[in-house]
């Protein structure tokens, strides 16, 4: 989240935007390259683009600097460039690639991302680099990106997106308040993406072939999808859901996708066939900035702490923390869902009046009351909207107000405990608590003997499940064991 600090009001809360909360954990979306711009999802894992054509290609030009502004700008690291130069070099030797340059832009985002644009574009985000594990595996990302442009895939998109834009728009404008009809949308997002599976497989296959006469493993690309199918695992959020709306399903099952992709790799032999890579792409990633930066805050297990702000509150066990530039949400059991974020507000303006004012729909005004929290003046009231329930409290320090609010499905038990065990850990930081707070980093360390999983788990920062995100970060399975002179990633904030 970034600092705020002059907006005065936000936009209305609805229902329908809290309950997406609970299932937001994005996966593959397209991008919309026509003459209003350039909106990609702020947690894609690619975004599908347009062909070559010259107008296209001076299009996607265009896009470069919106590009970098809606992914926090360019991650640079002379080290990091040069690494990644060196693989695109590679495969822009192979025949389809030939008759074009590229240039490749670290994109300073911790989503795991990559994506290609006509002329020549390439974007690869540092979360994505900081979970492969060898130049084959990025090489793999890289050329399946590229395969999307080559094959033409983004101009037959673009007409199924048109139709569920427009689509989208009748039933927000006229139908917003009716949960079927927003329902219905997520479906026909759904069946747009269901014509992409094919495309998603093509990309797969030109990709490894292009790596594969590239000279690095074909096998890399197999190896990372197992990757991010573990990170997702990782992040996954448990409790009871509509699985056929979690946009993940509307792209190839991740074992169907990795045998497929095992399948397209054995043609060129087996496995060990090929260039990895590893030291030099581990040699590459050292000191890579892992997960937020500053500016936005850091999220430390289910804490959320903001140097800038100064401030920190905790969700919750079982919940897990989504930190975005605007907004953080949390996702926790039983539907429950949870948003901060900040607005300055005027001294003369009371917490009570701000409550009461528009912004908040279905509040119950008998409800608002004031209160401290930590010695900071606070109010706290009740909402309600279709079939949610809502605990919005606020909280003043200075000239800022941030709020926490807390919703949960209409007649839940939990609801008042999840809420006031959020508003009570909320503080504001001292000096020495502040300076104490660094941004977490991509380490790499050499096995020694009498190294383990469990103890380089063990010197892990950041968060309260660091043996199951060493074991994802390092592609390590339940039965793998390390060797001494093995070199692995740990995250640090030294």
């Not at 479906?187 to 747009?192: I, Y």
Request: with cysteine.
């Amino acid at each position: 989240m970034e600092p705020t600090r002059t907006g005065k009001r936000c936009h209305v809360l609805t229902a329908a935007a809290f309950a997406g909360l609970a299932t937001a954990l994005a996966g593959c979306q397209t991008a919309d390259l026509g003459e209003a711009g350039f909106k990609p999802s702020e947690n894609p894992v690619t975004v599908d683009t347009v062909t070559r054509g010259d107008r296209l290609a001076t299009l996607a030009r265009r896009q470069h600097p919106k590009i970098l502004q809606t992914y926090g700008g360019e991650y640079s690291d002379p080290k990091l460039e040069r690494m990644l130069a060196g693989v695109v070099g590679k495969l822009a030797r192979s025949p389809d690639a030939a008759s074009q340059s590229y240039q490749i832009t670290i994109l300073d985002s911790p989503s795991i991302n990559a994506f290609a644009l006509p002329g020549g574009y390439l974007y690869i985000t540092r979360g994505l680099l900081a979970l492969a594990n060898d130049s084959a595996e990025i090489a793999a990302v890289l050329a399946h990106e590229m395969a999307h442009v080559t094959a033409n895939h983004g101009l037959e998109r673009q007409k199924r997106e048109a139709e569920a834009n427009l689509t989208s728009r009748v039933v927000n404008e006229v139908v917003s308040a009716d949960s079927s009809a927003q329902a219905a949308v997520v479906r026909g997002k759904l069946r747009l993406a269901q014509f992409s599976r094919n495309q998603e497989l093509e990309a797969d296959a030109i990709g490894i072939r292009a790596i594969g006469e590239a000279g690095y493993d074909p096998f890399a690309a197999a190896r990372f999808l197992s990757s991010m199918d573990a990170y997702q695992r990782f992040r996954s959020v448990g409790g009871a859901r509509d699985a056929s709306l979690d946009f993940l399903a509307s792209h190839p099952n991740a074992p169907r996708r990795i045998d497929l992709a095992q399948r397209h790799a054995r043609q060129f032999g087996q496995q060990g066939t090929g260039l990895r890579e590893r030291d030099s792409f581990l040699q590459g990633i050292d000191g890579l900035l892992f997960g937020d930066r500053p500016d936005q805050g850091f999220v430390r297990g289910r804490t959320f702490l903001h140097p800038e702000l100064g401030i920190s509150f905790a969700v919750p066990e079982g919940f897990v923390i989504d930190n975005s530039a605007g907004e953080v949400v949390a996702a926790g059991p039983g539907d429950l869902a949870f948003r901060f974020d900040g607005v300055t507000l005027e001294r003369s303006v009371s917490l009570t009046d701000y409550l009461r004012r528009d912004w908040l729909a279905g509040l119950d005004p008998d409800s608002v009351r004031t209160f401290t929290i930590n010695s900071h003046e606070a109010a706290t009231a009740r909402a309600h909207a279709d079939n949610w329930e809502f605990d919005v409290t606020v909280v003043r320090v200075g000239d800022n107000v941030y709020r926490l609010l807390t919703g949960a499905p209409r007649g839940s038990d939990r609801l008042d405990a999840v809420a006031r065990s959020i508003s009570n850990s909320f503080q504001v930081l001292s000096r020495s608590e502040i300076d104490q707070l660094k941004p977490l980093r991509i380490r790499i360390v050499t096995v020694q003997p009498g190294d383990t999983i469990a103890s380089l788990a063990g010197r892990m920062a950041g968060g309260d499940r660091k043996l199951e995100l060493f074991r994802v970060l390092n592609a390590l399975g339940s039965g793998s064991t390390l060797s001494t002179g093995d070199k692995v990633k740990i995250i640090t904030d030294r």
